[in-house]
């Protein structure tokens, strides 16, 4: 079964602009997370989106969006970029069973530079 | 903050066991404690996970103590690719705000 796949794997963009990264999980899987990774700050978890609906939400300003299609694809977009947000983006998937916790399955990730 | 404490790095040599410790001292009853590993800055790669059972799979042990309350990650013989950044959370959904300490940096000697 194939893994996570995150498009693209590198991006640099400049201040003031908007990106778009994308994340297909895993198939059958309908649960996508995503968190940023920094030096300074580490893992930070972004959201979560379950059918198209976010559940969960980390403490992100609002130029920080997301949304899940009814395929479980998922996108996350940043607008008006700052130098402060050039980071790994992670995206991970998981089953979601009733009950229990469920194992996340993180991609490759997005590194994004913003000059 | 992260509700898990790891020490910052540690050394093991090649082919011996690695013994990596977690305290989770104010888990609840209902919340797994799971183990990733990152190699790079690649993706965090899925270890092991348990509740109160000991675990084992191909890839390490899970030892969690009586009450919980802290928790050892074995690598049984240690090799270079198993070189990594460790993480230890704690989590009851898919969904929960999962919080990442900074784990222990593993180093594998030859």
């Known amino acids: 079964k194939a893994g996570v796949t995150q498009t693209p794997r590198y991006l640099i963009k400049t201040r003031g602009q908007q990106v778009t990264l994308s994340c297909s999980p895993i198939?059958?899987?309908?649960?996508v997370s995503w968190y940023q990774q920094t030096p300074g700050q580490g893992l930070q978890f972004l959201f979560e989106y379950f059918s198209e609906t976010q559940r969960n939400k980390g403490n992100f300003p609002g130029r920080f969006s997301g949304r899940q299609f009814s395929n479980s694809r998922s996108e996350m977009n940043v607008s008006t970029l700052e130098l402060g947000d050039s980071a790994l983006y992670l995206c991970a998937s998981s089953w979601e069973a009733a009950g229990g916790s469920e194992t996340q399955y993180f991609g490759p990730g997005t590194r994004l530079l913003v000059l | 903050d992260a509700k898990t404490t790891q020490p910052p790095s540690m050394d093991c040599a090649e082919g011996r066991a690695a013994n990596l410790p977690c305290n989770h001292s104010?888990?609840?009853?209902?919340?797994?404690v799971y183990w990733y590993r990152q190699i790079h800055s690649q993706g965090p790669q899925y270890i092991i996970h348990g509740l109160k059972n000991n675990e084992t799979n191909e890839m390490a042990s899970l030892i969690i103590t009586e009450d919980r309350k802290s928790s050892t990650l074995i690598l049984p013989h240690a090799t270079l690719r198993d070189t990594a950044v460790y993480y230890c959370i704690v989590m009851k959904t898919s969904y929960d705000k999962v919080i990442f300490g900074p784990g222990t940096s593993l180093s594998v000697i030859p």
């Open positions: 104010t888990i609840s009853g209902n919340e797994y």
């Open positions: 198939s059958g899987h309908r649960s």
